[in-house]
């Protein structure tokens, strides 16, 4: 009888926590528009990530939901999505591949009293002048991507022309910016530049910045593009012959990017990732391996940066919240600041003054397309040329405050 009563006990339990009412996680991702395929890697992610949670028993005994709202990579409709997600009873709130988007919808989120976790968003301003206590960025910033692209471009090209093509609105800006500093062309006369429209650019604006490109004489083309617009953009600069001309730099590259323009045109194209399918082989990280492989046995494809980032961030908060006993944003928040993990590669840390997720920086070159297809799934895109760690890469305490005092910001996120 007395094992009986045991039994029945436990099953008590596991009844309870079935039933437990779940803690929903609100994704604000691009469902549609020029960034609709790394949105579709970070729903993958995230996913297969509060799929892993649930198997373990939830986040203090509940299990975890995703709702998902299409931003479309606009800021407007972002933010009317952090509103109905609140609405929800969302417990956190992560997403975005535009930067504007990532801003707009954190600040509202704060407004709510919502901890946002940026996904995929590099612009400096992120955790720089617009960053804030209820904002975590788990991507690496603009900053960082230049400083690694920067030294490798410095020591392979020394002494080149630069021509800029920028997508005009927050993370074309400052990583144009980032870019010239870190390779010393911040002379406009001798390395021009122009900006194509954001979102909305047309294939003829395209063309027409391209042309000027090509008419600049510019050894080194540095495409600061991101998403569709950036394959739209190779589509054409392939037809010019310009990829046979000079050395293009994407400042911020992804596995999806290189898919879609393909491997022929992508070929030889520089850029730098926070994360690549590769990379947990190069740290040696165990979790790392694991999600490559549980990531493409479910869905037949190898996970990029963005599926990695969702993955981790709900990892992240989920483990925050145990540790804080709690799902209260300010307890969580707390639980995160200074807190280091190790996860799909070499340590990363949150830093408390910024909330930037200072980790390693990778500059990569896209393989020609005979290595391309060795690969089981052809999505062999990448080799890493250049490893830069965090601390080298991330801006330092004083650039940061004097990055805000410019700005008319706190020098501590409020």
């Not at 089981?376 to 080799?383: A, H, K, N, T």
Request: aromatic share 8%.
């Amino acid at each position: 009888m007395k094992r009986i009563a045991l039994l029945a006990a436990g099953l008590g339990l596991c009844l309870a926590a079935e039933a437990a009412d779940p803690i929903t996680l609100g994704l604000n991702y691009p469902r549609t528009g020029s960034y609709k395929e790394e949105g579709l890697s970070q729903m993958r992610g995230a996913l297969l990530a509060i799929d892993e949670i649930n198997a373990r028993g939830g986040v203090l005994g509940r299990p975890l939901q995703l709702s998902g709202r299409n931003s479309a990579s606009r800021p407007e409709k972002s933010v009317a999505n952090v509103d109905r997600l609140a609405d929800e009873g969302a417990a956190m709130l992560f997403g975005g591949v535009s930067s504007a988007v990532a801003i707009a919808a954190s600040k509202r989120a704060r407004e709510r009293g919502l901890l946002y976790f940026g996904t995929i968003t590099y612009s400096n301003d992120t955790t720089g002048k617009d960053g804030h206590r209820y904002m975590f960025r788990e991507c690496n910033s603009a900053w960082m991507s230049a400083r690694v692209l920067g030294q490798y471009l410095n020591k392979t090209m020394p002494n080149k022309r630069y021509f800029y093509l920028t997508a005009d609105y927050t993370w074309g800006h400052t990583s144009e910016s980032s870019l010239r500093q870190a390779t010393g062309t911040t002379d406009q006369s001798q390395h021009p530049g122009t900006r194509t429209p954001f979102p909305g650019a047309r294939l003829s604006d395209f063309r027409a910045a391209l042309q000027q490109a090509e008419q600049s004489g510019a050894d080194v083309l540095a495409l600061v593009l991101y998403g569709e617009d950036m394959v739209r953009a190779m589509r054409i600069a392939d037809d010019m012959g310009l990829n046979k001309k000079m050395q293009i730099a994407v400042p911020n590259l992804s596995m999806t990017m290189v898919e879609a323009a393909g491997p022929d045109i992508m070929r030889g194209v520089l850029g730098t990732e926070p994360w690549t399918w590769r990379v947990p082989e190069i740290e040696g990280s165990e979790q790392g391996k694991a999600f490559v492989t549980n990531f493409g046995e479910r869905y037949q494809t190898h996970p990029s940066s963005s599926a990695a980032a969702a993955y981790t961030i709900v990892h992240q908060w989920a483990d925050a919240a145990t540790r804080a006993r709690s799902i209260d944003s300010e307890k969580v928040i707390a639980a995160l600041e200074g807190h280091r993990y190790t996860l799909l590669k070499d340590e990363q840390y949150w830093r408390p003054f910024d909330h930037q997720s200072v980790q390693t920086v990778y500059a990569v070159k896209v393989k020609p397309r005979d290595e391309v297809l060795k690969d089981p799934f052809r999505q062999d895109y990448f080799e890493i040329v250049h490893r830069l760690a965090g601390e080298q890469a991330a801006p330092t305490l004083a650039e940061w405050q004097e990055e805000r005092r410019s700005a008319n910001q706190p020098l501590q996120l409020q």
